[in-house]
């Protein structure tokens, strides 16, 4: 079968490989879709993603499918269904495992960053983070099931209410996915900050952001106004930013990522005067139900946000920065024909 293989740190190669063998709790998926993020840059560039990749390793560790086989073992999903991979495989065995925090795993492993995901015509997964689509969601929506679930754990994370307003910042797709997210769990006003009109100009127009910023356009994001403030971008001013934009008493979710050693200034005073509860948050765990469920409701719609339908030429690409403006791409492998 074919496969997009990174053969070595920047190395990205279209080789033919073996179909995958299924071992008795494994499933064997007929990919569809595969999500490309900043995750694989990262492991592109011989960076960590959420653990190490390897190479060769088949990257794709946001996808979409149908079974095509299913070990004796397995009794959740049968040959035929639609599915989607949460990629995180937790050893159930070590103290955070035990203690109700998967994701602080000490010994985390990942279909598509430590075993081969889904830039390929088939891969395998467990079965127990295969998890069927619902008729009604498409396998492309569904590709992206990874990421929103990231976003889902986040929010779960914090306290939310109706009578809060909370501000975005960052236009990038994970922004946009907390856009709407906020909002289906109850938030009355959500406000974005970001840096391209027109994304922004969407979010308001279509799914109902009330006030924009372009803050590289000399917008300024009102001081200590917001209830709840959602930073994903992950670059040192924009962290400042969302705790100057925090009022007394809020939650900062820090969701943006940067580079492995940056910092970024903070006021002791602010977090003392303002009493802030300042929220990180690690991938995704128990959050694939909830993410299903607000596509398949129609709560969430994240279609329009999908920019790129790549080929695995065009990957090299991505990787590299040529594509320009890119809001969600992904790889198109067997596509809903799966
Ligand atoms: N915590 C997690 O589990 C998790 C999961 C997925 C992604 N992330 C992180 O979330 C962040 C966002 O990811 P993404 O895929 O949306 O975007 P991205 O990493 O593709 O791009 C960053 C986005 O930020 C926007 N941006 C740049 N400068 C800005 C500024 N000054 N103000 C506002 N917006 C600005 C850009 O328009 C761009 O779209 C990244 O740092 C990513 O690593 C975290
Ligand atoms: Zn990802
Ligand atoms: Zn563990």
């Known amino acids: 079968m074919e496969a997009l293989v990174l053969t070595d740190i920047k190395k990205l190669e279209v080789k ?8 008795p709790d ?29 190479p060769p390793i088949v990257l794709g560790h946001e996808n979409s499918g149908v079974v095509a086989e299913v070990g004796d073992a397995v009794t959740n999903v049968k040959v035929g269904d639609r599915v989607t991979v949460d990629p995180n495989i937790y050893c159930g065995q070590c103290k955070f495992c035990r203690t109700g925090r998967p994701e602080l795993c000490e010994n985390l492993s990942a279909v598509g960053v430590t075993r081969d995901g ?18 009604n969601v498409s396998l492309k929506s569904a590709s992206v099931v990874e990421p929103i679930s990231c976003a889902v754990h986040g929010i779960k994370l914090l306290k939310v209410s ?11 797709f994970m922004g946009e996915l907390f856009v709407q997210l906020l909002q289906a769990y109850g938030i009355h006003q959500v406000d ?26 000399g917008d300024v994001v009102p001081a200590e106004e917001y209830d709840v403030v959602v930073e994903a971008v992950g670059m040192p001013q924009t ?20 580079g492995p050693d940056a910092k970024f200034e903070m ?19 128990n959050s694939f139900e909830d993410s299903l469920a607000l596509l398949s409701s129609g709560k969430l719609n994240v279609e329009p946000l999908m920019s790129h339908e790549l080929d695995y030429k065009t990957v090299d690409d991505f990787v590299n920065g040529k594509l320009g403006v890119v809001s969600k791409a992904v790889v198109k492998v067997n596509g809903e024909e799966a």
């Open 16 to 23: 033919e490989i073996d179909r995958p063998n299924v071992l």
């Open 26 to 54: 494994e499933v064997l998926i007929h990919t569809a879709f595969a999500g490309i993020c900043g995750t694989d840059h990262a492991l592109y560039a011989g960076l960590p993603g959420s653990t190490d990749a390897v």
């Open 118 to 135: 889904g830039f390929a015509d088939y891969f395998t997964a467990p079965a127990s983070v295969v998890y069927q689509i619902p008729d």
């Open 162 to 172: 109706p009578y809060q307003k909370a501000l975005v910042i960052g236009d990038g």
């Open 192 to 217: 974005l900050a970001g840096i391209v009109d027109e994304k922004l100009a969407m979010n308001k127009e279509q799914f109902g952001v009330k006030n924009i910023f372009n803050t590289n356009k």
């Open 239 to 258: 962290q400042e930013e969302a705790i100057a934009a925090a009022a007394r008493g809020v939650q900062v979710l820090m969701f943006g990522v940067g």
């Open 267 to 285: 006021n002791t005073y602010d977090i003392f005067q303002k009493q802030l509860t300042i929220q990180g948050s690690f991938i995704n765990p």
